[in-house]
């Protein structure tokens, strides 16, 4: 496998799971009146939970805390 495949490979699964969590939410404690911005469509929902995912694995994913050079 390419190497710069492989470096995206870990956040593109952390961001498809925060999808899957997002669908999830939705369809299980989600609105169904509208009222709610994010949980009232799936999409949004899923999108927002798949940021996330993305933004938790490169806080704390495998090199996240050696980029700060304070």
Do not use: D
């Amino acid at each position: 496998m390419k190497p710069k495949l492989k470096k995206w490979m870990p956040p593109l699964f952390s961001a498809l799971g925060g999808a899957a969590a997002g669908f999830f939410v939705y369809r299980f404690a989600g609105c169904k009146t509208g009222a709610c911005a994010i949980t009232s469509n799936p999409v949004v929902s899923m999108l927002y939970m798949g940021l996330a995912g993305w933004l938790f694995f490169e806080a704390f994913g495998k090199g996240g805390g050696s980029k700060c050079s304070m």
